[in-house]
């Protein structure tokens, strides 16, 4: 069933990647254990996990030494390999590039975060992309990771150098097994000076799907991330993004959907860091909760005092079908500068009974008019995704 699901979004050919063991990751998961160890799990009333309660999930049922994913990457043509465009993974790159040594977690912080520390101890694999200068890559570069055993522990490296442009898509999919099962990831992507990267992210999780995806950003001057993310199952499905600006006319547009059914629990977070002046962020991150399912979306505009002439605005709306979802918005400014233009929008609803009242009365079920309600929600935030063949992915997840 996953390897018929690629062809809806793969054009390239795609190859596996072999999950290898690396002198350099060892070493640095030895040093990352006792962070590790030392970080309790986290609980409801701190500020990131406010009406996130995951008192239930015991990691120690989980081994995480036999933790395995399948990965599959495009397939490189000799041309790309021959201007210096890198994707094997990530241990080979590890002790094969110094740049990944260089790179490996940077601005990322092990130190903070229960599961951040888990995949700097644990993580088995991932992939590496490393785009050298001046070179702009006219067909995506895509990855599917695909686990069927209990444990997947994943750490990704991404590297685009200056005035070079990269489209990247990555889907997360699982086996369904008797199991609850784990999913930990964190991805690090940088984009130095005048580069593009477009991140396309999308998972799809079986009903006992622990997710925790952390992805970090970096961009230097006048580089621009556009991210655009899509959420859909799990038991808890915990999706952020930090994006750290660090250079003058740095850019970002990050688009999200996500959508809850059955008991789910969606957890989507957004972090913009403007830390230097003269930067540009639109957030956008819509969500439709079904049946019993929760959310929260979290999203952080944090303006330093350096950042000057910053333009930040993020906008979150979440559709409720049903009386027993639960949705909770939290937008946030912190800002220290004084030469800004900073602001948030929010809304969380219910479906309008008028409106399906209207549809119902031209002959539609209520389960028919629910599904063009919810296809209309999402409609305006999908035609905003530039790849076609991922508008119409999400259009199909939306639809089932």
């Not at 350099?24 to 500020?47: G, T």
């Not at 490296?157 to 990269?166: A, F, G, T, Y």
């Not at 219910?350 to 079920?365: D, K, P, T, V, W």
Request: proline share 2%.
């Amino acid at each position: 069933m996953f390897i018929k699901e690629q062809n809806l979004i793969t054009k390239n050919a795609m190859k596996e990647l072999k999950q290898v063991r690396s002198p350099f990751a060892e070493n640095k998961k030895h040093e990352a254990l006792a962070k590790f160890n030392s970080i309790p799990m986290p609980m409801e009333r701190d500020e990131d996990w406010r009406y996130t309660n995951i008192d239930k999930l015991d990691l120690s049922k989980f081994s995480f030494s036999n933790s395995s994913a399948k990965i599959f990457v495009t397939d490189l043509s000799e041309d790309l390999i021959e201007k210096g465009v890198v994707l094997t993974d990530v241990n080979t790159a590890l002790d094969k590039y110094p740049i990944a040594q260089n790179y490996f977690f940077k601005n990322t912080k092990i130190d903070k975060d229960k599961f951040v520390a888990l995949s700097a101890a644990h993580f088995n694999n991932g992939i590496f992309l490393y785009v050298p200068k001046n070179v702009e890559l006219d067909e995506p570069i895509r990855a599917k990771f695909h686990f069927e055993c209990q444990t997947s522990i994943l750490h990704n490296l991404i590297i685009v150098e200056p005035h070079s442009k990269v489209d990247f898509i990555e889907e997360y999919s699982n086996k369904e097994i008797a199991q609850e099962q784990l999913n930990a990831c964190v991805t690090e992507v940088f984009a130095n000076s005048d580069s593009k990267i477009n991140f396309y992210h999308l998972n799809n999780w079986t009903k006992k799907v622990n997710n925790f995806t952390n992805i970090v950003g970096t961009l230097e001057g006048n580089s621009a991330v556009d991210w655009v993310s899509g959420c859909f199952g799990g038991k808890l499905n915990k999706f952020k993004i930090d994006t750290l600006f660090n250079g003058q006319g740095s850019q970002c547009n990050n688009i999200g959907v996500f959508m809850g059914k059955g008991k789910e629990h969606i957890d989507f977070t957004t972090n913009m860091h403007h830390n230097t002046q003269n930067t540009t962020n639109e957030v956008l991150v819509d969500g439709i909760l079904k049946d019993e399912s929760t959310s929260v979306y979290r999203g952080l505009i944090r303006i330093e005092k350096e950042a000057q002439k910053t333009s930040s605005y993020l906008e979150n709306h979440i559709l409720k079908l049903g009386e027993k979802t639960l949705a909770n918005s939290i937008p946030s400014l912190k800002i220290d500068a004084n030469d800004v233009k900073a602001s948030h929008g929010a809304t969380v609803g219910q479906i309008n009974e008028e409106h399906l009242f209207y549809l119902m009365a031209r002959g539609l079920s209520r389960a028919e008019a629910e599904r063009l309600i919810v296809e209309g929600f999402f409609e305006p935030i999908i035609q905003k995704i530039p790849l076609e063949e991922l508008r119409e992915k999400i259009r199909g997840l939306v639809q089932q």
